[in-house]
């Protein structure tokens, strides 16, 4: 939201107050509380009249430097707030010298001017990272409304990234981005998963810790700054050291937690009925059995809505008209080695046969003069569950554990972003325009938890579209309705890696487009885009996305593909494993892996899938693909040819191939089946050793299906001879040159000598 009027006038309406000096800094406990005058003291009259606005730092957890800039004081607190997984003051160092005093948290420090002039400087090391300068906070009146901003100065070729799932460029200065979750596809500015924190190749983060509507003026109002402001009398962010994006990432994810660990089948082939389309158990098989047939792993079966009777979403009942025995038909798709996932949303219809029980005890959002809030717009006469009551809460839950029970083994929870600001009422009295972006934190985590109960630690999946800060803890995340078309599969792609560098680690999309019917050759380079991401999933709106339907050259490459994702899991559910740990995403950006390297700060039609594959998807009918690849000699991994990086290439691929180089110095985990997702990865592996440097060494670990690790095997290389070193247990495997020499390490051998 912009308050001026171009450099020097503020917009019609606007009185503007902006703190002029650091009056008075006192330590109270573990933080520093600073009283901001908006104007110069010169005299005991200076202070008669406000507004005085308090600026509090204090710190988290080291690394990170809380910055709450207060207006009014005396309204209570009414939530909801950003959970974060810290609490209370981590222990600060505080530094005076005649000019300043400084609030050092580990390599952070806020460095506040005493005199001449507002600045406060946040430096990592003794670098300037960001400051807020003169006019950067300020409270501003308008009409009858108030708001607190903040601009955090940007340097030369600083640029910004994240604010959520945004489909917009991916370099976000020259925006304006209103951090409120809609339902507005990928196709434009809006976004499924709002996130109020953004990423700069500057080596630090911020978090706006507020769930309102913060709204960002990215290098736009003030093109050397980004502005954030949220209506109200007071505003929260966090400062978050790097010095590497990955470093950022680890303490946010500290802050806000990290993502839990899905079972490793997620991360197979997932089939959808479709949205749209009339489907019933005899049409489910036809599918499943022409998959089988076909030679193409099969590994989630996904009922779309209908699997309920219309205008009865959600009652949670399988629809007898066209599946009369759900209990038996999962069974058989048990039988058959499928998991099976359903469609729901936190929306009960009026003609459910739970409207009325839900509407008689409470369990839905209410207006003002006690009814429950309605509306036509979906679901006609639908309500929606008020998750702030822990009685509703648990009658959603018992509902999901009938269908647990009955054989179901993930929940798709969609929508969450049409969540009504005006006029209603919260059980537990939470502000309703607060609660509208982490209203969907709620909902996925009651049903997140119900999935934990019943299923267990590690095998509880989502597919969730609507999410917020701290939602990267309930995996997995998809994008959301998108068009079939090349252009919509980029700004997917956009949108996952913007996601990413806000924390999230496992990130999906659907495979061919959701609107309309894709021409058979996107759907084919998205398949390869599609089994080259953290999860997987064929999904459409009005037509079913069995690569049949396309051509028969369309199966060929899901096969393909399908069958090299399954080979790579090793390698992917150490990145998965990764991801649940540190908070380092599955799906990487490259300014992400290459921060030195200017030529990354912009690329977002490549990625990396863990640290050391990189993947171009190909967006264009004939197969050509531009790419960048980083310094080093890179290796394709399906062809073998090496390449010289720190340059572009210009390529043209089949619908077999892409660029999918192996990053130089990696010793890569391949799998021993192609068939499925969830293996024993310790028996009959192949590692791959790719352009080790001499003197350098190498090293791949290997997880079981709990996420514990295994074994780590090491490669180091002297001269023309890589010896490889196993630690842990590894049965039959096979290690190799690429391209050259392999021997197997069978019989209990522990190490071995190759030659280059």
């Not at 946040?122 to 308008?142: C, D, M, N, P």
């Not at 019943?454 to 998809?478: I, T």
Request: proline share 5%; hydrophobic share 40%; with cysteine.
């Amino acid at each position: 939201m912009k308050f001026t009027d171009g450099q020097w006038m503020l917009q019609p309406g606007v009185a503007a107050h902006y703190p002029a000096e650091a009056n008075d800094i006192t330590r109270e406990g573990e933080r520093l509380v600073i009283s901001a005058p908006v104007r110069p003291i010169r005299h005991r009259g200076d202070t008669l009249q406000g507004p005085l606005l308090t600026v509090t730092l204090s710190s988290p957890l080291e690394g990170v430097i809380r910055v709450r800039i207060e207006h009014y004081s005396g309204a209570a607190t009414v939530g909801p707030v950003i959970p974060l997984q810290v609490s209370g003051d981590a222990p600060v160092r505080v530094e005076h010298t005649d000019t300043d005093t400084l609030l050092h948290s580990g390599p952070l420090a806020a460095r506040v001017k005493k005199a001449g002039g507002w600045e406060i400087a946040f430096e990592h090391a003794g670098r300037v990272l960001t400051k807020s300068g003169w006019r950067g906070q300020g409270y501003i009146q308008r009409d009858s409304e108030t708001f607190v901003h903040e601009q955090l100065s940007l340097g030369v070729g600083e640029c910004v990234y994240g604010l959520g799932e945004r489909f917009t460029a991916f370099v976000k200065n020259g925006q304006i981005v209103e951090n409120i979750n809609k339902d507005g596809g990928t196709a434009c500015e809006q976004a499924y998963k709002s996130v109020p924190f953004y990423l700069t190749n500057r080596g630090y983060g911020v978090l706006v810790n507020e769930t309102g509507p913060v709204s960002f003026e990215v290098a736009s109002e003030k093109v050397a700054r980004v502005q954030f402001s949220i209506p109200g009398e007071s505003l929260e962010y966090f400062i978050i050291a790097g010095p590497t994006p990955k470093d950022v990432l680890a303490r946010l994810t500290a802050l806000t937690g990290r993502p839990a660990l899905p079972p490793a089948w997620s991360f197979g082939l997932w089939l959808s009925t479709s949205f749209t389309t009339n489907y019933d158990e005899a049409t489910c098989t036809e599918f499943i059995e022409g998959m089988r047939t076909r030679d193409l792993p099969l590994h989630v079966f996904h009922f779309d809505c209908f699997w309920m009777r219309e205008f009865n979403w959600c009652d949670f009942e399988w629809d007898a008209r066209v599946f009369p025995d759900p209990v038996g038909m999962l069974k058989r798709l048990h039988d058959r080695g499928l998991k099976v996932c359903v469609w729901i949303n936190s929306y009960i219809a009026q003609r459910s046969r739970l409207f009325a029980e839900g509407a008689a005890k409470g369990y839905f959002i209410k207006r003002t003069d006690g009814r429950p809030w309605q509306t036509d717009l979906w679901q006609p006469g639908m309500a929606i569950v008020d998750f702030t009551n822990p009685a509703a809460s648990a009658w959603y839950a018992d509902h999901l554990r009938r269908l647990l029970d009955m054989g179901v083994d993930a929940l798709k929870t969609d929508f969450g972003e049409r969540i009504p600001t005006e006029g209603v009422v919260y059980h537990d009295g939470s502000d309703p325009v607060k609660m509208h972006n982490l209203y969907p934190i709620l909902y996925n985590e009651c049903v997140f938890n119900v999935l934990v109960a019943k299923r267990g630690e590690g095998e509880a999946v989502l597919f969730a579209r609507a999410s917020y800060a701290s939602g990267q803890r309930l995996p997995v995340h998809w994008g959301g309705d998108c068009w079939s078309t090349f252009e919509s599969m980029a700004e997917s792609l956009r949108g996952g890696l913007s996601l990413s560098l806000c924390g999230f680690g496992f990130w999906s999309h659907d495979i061919g487009g959701f609107e309309g019917t894709a021409p058979a050759s996107i759907y084919k380079r998205w398949a390869a885009f599609g089994l080259l991401s953290s999860h997987s999933r064929l999904h459409g709106s009005g037509s079913y996305r069995i690569p049949w339907a396309y051509d028969e050259e369309a199966c060929d490459v899901l096969r393909f593909f399908t069958k090299l994702k399954c080979r790579l899991m090793p390698y992917l559910w150490a990145a998965a494993v990764q991801a649940h740990r540190e908070g380092i995403p599955t799906m990487r950006a490259m300014m992400l892996e290459f921060p030195g390297d200017p030529a990354c700060d912009t690329l977002d039609r490549q990625y990396l899938i863990g640290g050391s594959v990189l993947v171009a998807p190909v967006f264009t009918e004939d197969g050509t693909v531009d790419f960048y690849l980083p310094p080093g000699r890179w290796t394709h991994l399906l062809n073998g040819e090496v390449r010289d990086g720190g340059r572009w290439y210009r390529e043209k691929h089949d619908y077999l191939s892409l660029p999918l180089y192996v990053r130089p110095g990696t010793l890569l985990a391949l799998g021993a089946d192609d068939t499925k997702p969830d293996y024993d990865q310790t028996r009959g592996a192949t590692f791959r050793l790719y352009e080790l440097a001499d003197g350098a060494s190498a090293s791949a670990r290997v997880y079981d299906l709990k996420g514990k690790l295994a074994a780590t095997l090491t490669a180091h290389r002297t001269g023309a001879e890589v010896t490889f070193t196993v630690d842990g247990t590894l049965t039959d495997a096979t290690v190799a040159l690429a391209g050259g020499e392999s021997v197997k390490l069978s019989g209990g051998k522990s190490s071995c000598v190759l030659r280059s």
